[in-house]
């Protein structure tokens, strides 16, 4: 995928001078306690280097104060960057005059904010159209592009109802309705659901990638809940006192955490919630119907597993046959199949593991297959149980190297 925005270097520092003795500081390499102390100046961004591709959801998450709000205020100049460059495609967002800088903010980014910030006074339609008045869209024009919108957020019939008419969800689809609207490239996304109750929450998470399928928009969106952060993004950035802990897709980030600071937040995430089968599926070893004892168990020993699956002639599986099954038999001068044959459910790729533990309680290997119900993988219950684990272990391991640094 080609680059969308690029955030090259950038430093946002707050106060009187930020480029003054507070930038050389941080480039000296200080910390944001010392930097503040002596200068009086608080780092809200310290050297980002970002590259969002065209068409990802890309999460920046962090806790208060870790810089992510600011950060995605840099990308349209809510906050002037201290130092460095952002680009969009091949304009440098930076660079631009002030007329250019809100031809840009008007055509190219749509936002959602916490708060819906909607007019009160204004019906649903009037507010979903603001953006396309201020671009001097004619009524008729921006009347029928505010109901697209609403319809992609599910509220069509709802075009003459006032905000105060409406449940905090339905506000906040019309918040995001607002922003689709005017069609930009970018949207950007800061804390949108974090006032919403759980359940509402997760239905506007839903219904984002739902839109998300169909746009293909570049989402920059921002979060302190880091379940949010790895249910919805392409990938996530995870930030910490203005400085990028670790970026990479929701697996990286859960199964291959790079520092103390992102272990700990992850150790305590619901595993299963996140990942979904393609993380843990392995390639299976496969005979077909009408194979011998002998062929199953050189396929199992191949693969170094403990069960081989059997396909029909389209590729599509039947179940398994354990060693143990196949040895039994081999000892006995069997050579077919016929009544060695388990039956094992089948799943997809995109199935998230929380869906199948129940599956595991046989303890034999799960068929993945592809939209075609043909045979593409396996899951093993025992593997998936020690992959699921090893978080924790890692966690553990950074924590004791912490430790054993502090005591050097």
Aim: glycine share 8%; proline share 3%.
């Amino acid at each position: 995928m080609s680059t969308k925005v690029k955030i090259e270097n950038v430093v946002k520092i707050f106060g009187d001078e930020p480029d003054g003795e507070a930038l050389t500081l941080l480039r000296a390499g200080y910390s944001k306690d010392v930097i503040r102390e002596s200068t009086g100046h608080v780092v809200g961004v310290s050297n980002a280097n970002i590259d969002i591709s065209e068409g990802e959801i890309f999460v920046v998450m962090g806790l208060s104060g870790s810089g992510k709000s600011t950060l995605i205020r840099c990308v349209n100049r809510l906050h002037e960057p201290t130092a460095g460059r952002i680009f969009v495609d091949d304009t440098e967002v930076t660079a631009l005059e002030p007329k250019e800088l809100q031809a840009f903010r008007r055509d190219s980014t749509g936002m959602v904010f916490q708060h819906f910030a909607l007019f009160p006074h204004q019906d649903v339609r009037s507010n979903v159209a603001f953006g396309l008045k201020v671009k001097g869209i004619d009524v008729a024009g921006r009347n029928a592009a505010a109901e697209r919108a609403l319809s992609l957020v599910g509220l069509s019939g709802y075009e003459s109802s006032y905000p105060r008419q409406l449940s905090g969800g339905m506000q906040q689809r019309v918040g995001l309705a607002r922003a689709l609207a005017t069609d930009p490239d970018i949207l950007l996304m800061d804390e949108a659901f974090s006032a919403l109750d759980p359940l509402i929450r997760r239905q506007m998470q839903d219904e984002l990638m739902a839109i998300q399928d169909q746009l293909h928009k570049t989402i920059l969106f921002i979060t302190h809940d880091l379940n949010e952060a790895l249910r919805v993004g392409s990938r996530v950035c995870i930030m910490k006192d203005g400085a990028i802990h670790q970026i990479g897709t929701p697996q990286d980030i859960l199964m291959r955490p790079e520092t103390d600071y992102v272990a700990e937040f992850v150790q305590d995430v619901d595993q299963g919630r996140v990942l979904a089968v393609e993380t843990v599926r392995e390639d299976a070893a496969a005979v077909a119907e009408d194979a011998a004892v002998a062929d199953v168990l050189s396929a199992i020993d191949r693969l170094g597993v403990d069960a081989a699956h059997v396909v029909d002639t389209d590729g599509r599986p039947l179940g398994v046959v354990t060693r143990e099954s196949a040895e039994q038999a081999q000892s006995g001068g069997t050579r077919e199949l016929r009544g060695l044959v388990q039956t094992v459910p089948t799943i997809t790729n995109d199935t998230i593991l929380a869906k199948i533990y129940q599956l595991f309680g046989s303890g034999l290997p799960i068929a993945v297959i592809d939209g075609d119900g043909r045979l593409t993988g396996s899951v093993r219950p025992l593997e998936v149980l020690a992959e699921l684990g090893r978080v924790e272990s890692i966690s553990e391991e950074l924590e004791r190297a912490k430790t054993q640094g502090a005591q050097k």
